[in-house]
């Protein structure tokens, strides 16, 4: 069934909508792909070739998210088309709120919090409505029905409960039925101690299914004629594409090389691929494509599958070039102990770029900021690019405006005018510290495993950039070069970022539930040690106040702030470079994971009378592709008017790859 599409955008004026559908705890948004009818038509294509091949691994992503996620997907785009009972009752009423969450977590599990949903409907609707289909579904609908609906099964997608075994109580499907985290602990450290290249290491169990077969442990590789073929076939079919439109040889190869990677699914050859990458720094257009991010691996290793299309934004790229031709004094002024410090900042590259299209575990949740590659050798040796995507951040502060967030949790109306100043710019700063900066700053001692803090891995790792961002986006060198109008603009950020640590980030969170997400522990970790050390001062450099029966967050010092800030600094960069996993845990269980339960139900309290959505993600754009009598591309544009289902629905059509269970 065709739906209906909403005009989001008239073409004949300067209006854009940037809020969108509502449902659930979500706000669906639309970005504009602004400066793309300026690029050369060789660009354009580029960018819709690349784009394609972004939006071809969606199933590699569901399946990886849970082994029942593209039958249920199935069977619930096929009620949503052709159920003919009534529509218009509270039954499929909850039912089109499940399928658009779970549309939304590329999965049955919340894309932040990992709990299972739990349907509005019940199983007596979901019987009926198989019952009602003229098309039979290809598989076994009965098995579904505990998967959906027993809150026993399956309950967390990535558990990182401490003291638990995370790889089998998680229904992340990076591991096979019945193996043990001790068991993929120790089938990867002996392929580390057998590494014939230590000072190079190969990132282990990247793009692989670990399993077990006639009791023995063996990987299943994700590459073409391996695990996800059929899909990664597809990618590579439009990366050859756009390697016909390349903008330049070295572009062309780091294309070639991505190529090889997936056709072999060879490690080593990843590597070389992330070389090339990080030097081919002459384009305009760039992307990112494959097995990237470990957050969704209890452990931290295997990687989620994502995609993007972009290119730069060349006046916004200004700021962030003033912070990577700088990254040695950042480096050597850090207030980490000089032998956590890189005596050589080689190849750090940062850009503001625009969004073209988000695909994979970009899509339709995304982050603002990247910086790749993720091997810590590489980066040493070769370097690092660092992004911040800037139609998304200022899609995300147009959508806000008005919306009495601030009105209702900011202390005072001094406090409110100076973020309503200077917010959006400082927050826009410390992404680019965060992604430029911080992840590409510190080293590991020699020796140190990188994957040895386990799965406080990615808390740290996030902690660690937040907090050279927040140190050094009050450093008056930041003034000096332009990038903050004085010195103090940046109390915006001190401000916004503890609220949201020790408050705000709680609308989130399931009331009884903790902390389970690596950014949002990340935020907790550092407001709750940084309030804490803070009242052992005479007069606390920040507190919690009550005021009127409510809690705000007061700064009374910024400068001690400041200095607290760096004492973490120090402290994480510690930990991450001697590999001090107990470190590590003490600081994230005891500062990051614990909800305060009365303050918890007071936020939720506060926020649910502002009527507003905690979770946000965005609707692409869609490409037009013009072409000629003989087929050739004469020219593409970019539109905006899909409706959210619409697009679910078409990609599900579109780029299906892989069968409906991949062993």
């Given at each position: ?28 948004l ?203 076939d ?15 040889d ?21 590597d ?11 384009g ?26 972009n ?27 000089k032998?956590?410090?890189?005596e ?26 990247i ?30 405006r ?82 903050t109008?004085?010195?103090?603009a ?12 020790l ?34 001062a ?126």
């Amino acid at each position: 069934m065709m739906m209906a599409v909403p005009a989001t955008i008239n073409a004949q004026t300067e209006s854009f909508n940037y809020a969108d559908e509502r449902f659930a705890d979500l706000q669906m948004l639309r970005y504009r792909v602004e400066g793309f009818e300026k690029l050369s038509l060789q660009q354009k294509t580029l960018v819709y070739y690349l784009s394609e091949a972004a939006l071809c691994g969606r199933d590699i992503l569901w399946d990886q998210n849970g082994r029942y996620n593209l039958r249920i997907r199935q069977l619930l785009e096929t009620i949503y088309t052709d159920y003919t009972g009534d529509r218009k009752s509270k039954d499929f009423q909850a039912f089109t709120v499940y399928l658009k969450r779970v549309w939304f977590s590329n999965g049955i599990h919340h894309h932040y919090g990992c709990e299972k949903f739990q349907p509005g409907f019940s199983e007596a609707f979901l019987r009926k409505a198989i019952k009602s289909l003229s098309t039979k579904l290809p598989f076994d609908t009965e098995e579904l029905f505990p998967i959906i609906f027993d809150p026993t099964v399956m309950p967390k997608r990535t558990n990182q409960a401490d003291g638990e075994d995370l790889v089998l109580t998680s229904a992340a499907n990076y591991y096979g039925s019945g193996v043990t985290q001790a068991e993929a602990e120790a089938f990867y450290q002996q392929m580390k101690d057998a590494d014939p290249d230590p000072a190079h290491p190969i990132m282990f169990g990247m793009n692989s299914r670990l399993v077990k077969e006639d009791g023995q442990l063996k990987e299943k590789v994700w590459r073409s004629g391996g695990l996800y073929g059929a899909a990664i076939d597809r990618i590579i079919y439009w990366l050859q594409r756009a390697r016909t439109v390349a903008e330049n040889d070295k572009q062309a190869a780091v294309i070639d090389k991505l190529i090889e990677y997936y056709r072999t699914g060879d490690l080593k050859t990843f590597d070389a691929y992330t070389i090339l990458w990080v030097n081919d720094t002459e384009g305009t257009v760039d992307f990112t494509n494959g097995f990237t991010e470990s957050y969704g691996d209890p452990l931290g290793m295997k990687a989620s599958w994502e995609g993007l299309a972009n290119f730069k934004d060349m006046a916004a790229t200004a700021r962030t070039e003033k912070l990577s031709a700088n990254a040695q004094w950042f480096e050597d002024n850090s207030p980490v102990d000089k032998r956590f410090k890189k005596e050589n900042c080689r190849g750090i590259t940062a850009k503001v770029i625009v969004a073209a299209i988000l695909g994979g575990d970009l899509y339709p949740s995304t982050a603002i900021g990247i910086n790749l590659p993720n091997s810590n050798w590489v980066r040493a040796e070769h370097g690092s690019k660092s992004v911040t995507i800037g139609n998304l951040t200022d899609a995300y502060n147009k959508a806000a405006r008005g919306n009495g967030f601030l009105e209702e949790f900011v202390v005072d109306d001094t406090t409110r005018t100076l973020i309503e100043k200077y917010g959006d710019a400082c927050d826009d700063l410390h992404t680019d510290l965060h992604e430029c900066l911080g992840h590409g700053s510190g080293k590991l001692l020699p020796g140190v495993d990188a994957d040895s803090l386990k799965a406080y891995g990615s808390t740290i790792e996030e902690a660690r950039a937040d907090l050279f961002g927040l140190y050094y986006v009050a450093d008056p060198k930041l003034t000096e070069l332009g990038l903050t109008p004085n010195d103090e603009a940046y109390k915006s950020q001190y401000y916004t970022y503890m609220m949201n640590g020790l408050m705000t980030q709680l609308v989130r969170i399931e009331p009884g539930n903790d902390i389970e997400e690596a950014h949002m522990r990340n935020r907790s970790l550092i407001a709750h040690w940084v309030l804490e050390h803070a009242q052992e001062a005479l007069q606390p450099a920040v507190e919690l106040i009550q005021r009127d029966g409510k809690t705000f967050v007061q700064i009374n010092n910024y400068a001690a702030l400041r200095h607290l800030f760096g004492e973490l600094l120090a402290e994480i960069q510690r930990i991450k470079s001697t590999g001090d996993f107990e470190g590590a845990r003490q600081l994230v269980e005891k500062y990051g994971v614990k909800v305060e339960r009365t303050l918890h139900g007071e936020v939720l309290q506060r926020y649910k009378s502002l009527n507003l959505a905690p979770y946000k993600g965005f609707i692409n754009p869609v490409y037009v592709v013009e072409k000629d009598k003989d087929g050739q591309i004469t020219d593409i544009r970019v539109t905006y008017d899909e409706a959210y289902d619409h697009q679910m629905l078409r990609y599900s059509h579109e780029y299906k790859t892989l069968p409906l269970i991949n062993d």
